[in-house]
């Protein structure tokens, strides 16, 4: 499900991760300089997979509204991107 808070207080990549565990989300910055603080203003929040191309379908509105999306977080189904297998050779 994807959830829309769009707040308006700052908060760390840090904090939303905390407060947003096995979630992905995204949040709004206010300049390209400012991506490195690793700060924003969360604006939706997706808990579970079935919702991942709800997120980025919000996150290409929004930039092409002009704002500056940053996506972050984790369904921590497997912690990697790709497929993951054993090998016994």
Known sequence: MLRILDEK???TDEEIEELYKN???LYIIDSY????EDEGYLY???TSEESYSE???TRDRL???GKICVVGGSYNN???IG???EYKG
Not at 33 to 36: E, G, L, S
């Open 9 to 11: 207080v700052l908060k």
């Open 23 to 25: 979630c992905k989300y």
């Open 33 to 36: 300089d400012k991506m490195i």
């Open 44 to 46: 939706c929040v997706s």
């Open 55 to 57: 997120l980025y379908a």
């Open 63 to 65: 930039r092409d509204e």
């Open 78 to 80: 497997g912690g990697a």
């Open 83 to 85: 497929v993951q297998y």
